[in-house]
């Protein structure tokens, strides 16, 4: 057993300690989520849908507490923090409202008198769930677990038990039978032996190519289902004929919300080489006018990294890049945990910054002068979670969107998450799908039943 203490990374101050499960706990834990499948499984929808709904009433009338533990354990902006939990709220009535559609037996005719394929519950599900978003990638993942009839078991970000714990608290609020869903305070060190636990049946896991790779490799050894969401390093494309206006808040929100810690975050812009000039300055007037400082106030927009190491990765980044040949527009300093909003511009493929992902408020920007060119640069990344076109001409983007090695072509939009569309990239970015009818039939067994007189 270790101790885990949180920190505030505005204050610096300490939150909580947190005592870590003993193997023992984490085994009586997952003991006790099976038994709990034997029963929950035999519930119908509408018991399902009963709870999940109660879950996401309570989620409303307590969005300030869950809000503030989210802003103090990683420095989200608090109305942000807000904004995700009603998101979470949204994702449990969607998934009650619709999983039983989304689950119904589907009929195909055979020589059979009857044939069809179910799509029954696997059993206790594990996810491992990274810190940038501690409340809505866990409810993206819980609410069709738990309506499909899956157990979920979580294993949080050591600096958001707090918020993990919170999660545990929404669901037992909310009515659920016990051990439904259980938090595991663990380490990344137990996760191997958690997943090799003849309970778990399959894995989700959001994070860093690294933590997938080792992920997949334990589920693989063990014949285990795994989903993976990993990183990415979302293009912003604009081409001269787009509405710049538009384009350029849509950009700003796409770069630096959540102080740039997001895994669908634009974190290269591609621009027309026409119009580069015009709109990084527009860019640059737009970037200051965000106001830094206390996450608590709701007024601030860009917040701290969740830890100052991630800070101090990223100003590595920018230093290095700008040793490369970037020029730095704005920003580029960082205080402890704070990095100011940055943009390099004359950012070319061969940087850092355009290489890597990088996890906070800095935008590398790279200019084209055809579309085949952006598409060439847009697609030069080990990543493929999306990317945004920005174009008034949208039946020709929409004609290209086949091009770009992503899972998701946003036209004029930034990249967003949706319960109602499947979630999830290519490449480094992952596989298998989130969200929608495709990501509740991520963690079910197709059963084929064939039916003879």
């Known amino acids: 057993m270790a101790t885990v203490t949180s920190v505030n990374p505005y204050s610096g101050k300490e ?28 519930t119908s929808f509408a018991e399902r849908k009963k709870l999940l709904l109660a879950a996401a009433t309570e989620l409303k009338k307590n969005t300030k507490e869950y809000a503030e533990t ?32 989304h689950l119904q037996d589907e009929v195909i005719k055979t020589d059979a008198k009857k ?22 990638q866990v409810f993206r993942f819980a609410a069709p677990a738990l309506m499909a009839g899956n157990i979920a078991v979580l294993k949080h970000a050591s600096n958001v038990f ?28 137990a996760i191997e032996e958690i997943i090799e636990n003849p309970i778990i049946k399959a894995v989700t896991l959001t994070g860093s190519v690294s933590a997938g790779a080792a992920v997949a490799a334990t589920a693989g050894k063990n014949i285990k289902k795994t989903v993976l969401e990993l990183g990415g390093s979302n293009s912003l494309v604009v081409l001269k004929d787009c509405d710049m ?32 000039d015009v709109f990084v300055e527009k860019l640059l007037v737009k970037v200051r006018e965000l106001k830094s400082g206390d996450p608590m106030d709701e007024k601030t927009y860009i917040g701290t990294l969740a830890r100052e190491d991630l800070a101090k990765d990223l100003e590595e980044q920018v230093n290095v890049s700008l040793k490369e040949g970037a020029q730095l527009r704005i920003g580029g300093k960082r205080q402890r945990a704070y990095f100011e909003p940055t943009i390099l511009t004359e950012v070319s493929p061969k940087m850092k910054v355009f290489k890597e992902e990088t996890f906070g408020p800095a935008l590398a920007v790279t200019t084209f002068k055809s579309i085949d060119e952006a598409i060439e640069l847009s697609n030069n990344s080990k990543f493929g979670l999306g990317v945004s076109v920005f174009t008034k001409n949208v039946e020709a983007a929409e004609k290209i969107a086949y091009r770009f090695e992503e899972g998701a072509v946003f036209i ?11 979630f999830g990239g290519v490449k480094d970015s992952g596989y298998g799908r989130e969200l929608s009818q495709h990501g509740i039939r991520e963690f079910v067994n197709r059963k084929t039943i064939y039916i003879n007189e």
């Open 162 to 189: 707090g918020s993990a714990l919170n999660i545990e608290k929404v669901f037992k609020r909310a009515g659920y039978p016990g051990h439904c869903f259980t938090t595991l305070l663990a380490g990344s060190d």
């Open 70 to 101: 989210i802003t103090q354990e990683i420095g989200k902006p608090i109305s942000q923090s807000v904004a995700e939990v009603e998101k979470c709220a949204w994702v449990c009535e969607y998934y009650a409202e619709n999983a039983e559609k």
């Open 15 to 42: 939150l909580e300690s947190y005592k870590t499960h003993t193997k023992t706990e984490i085994s009586e834990i997952l003991e006790k989520a099976s038994d709990r499948f034997l029963s929950w499984r035999e």
């Open 115 to 136: 044939s069809y394929v179910s799509f029954e519950p696997m059993g206790v599900v594990l996810a491992v769930m990274p810190w940038n978003y501690p409340f809505w």
């Open 412 to 422: 004029n939009e930034l990249v967003k998450s949706d319960p109602r569309l499947p």
């Open 245 to 276: 206006e538009a384009t350029l808040d849509i950009c700003v929100q796409a770069r630096f919300q959540n102080t740039g810690q997001s895994c669908i975050a634009g974190k290269r812009l591609l621009i027309d080489a026409s119009i580069a």
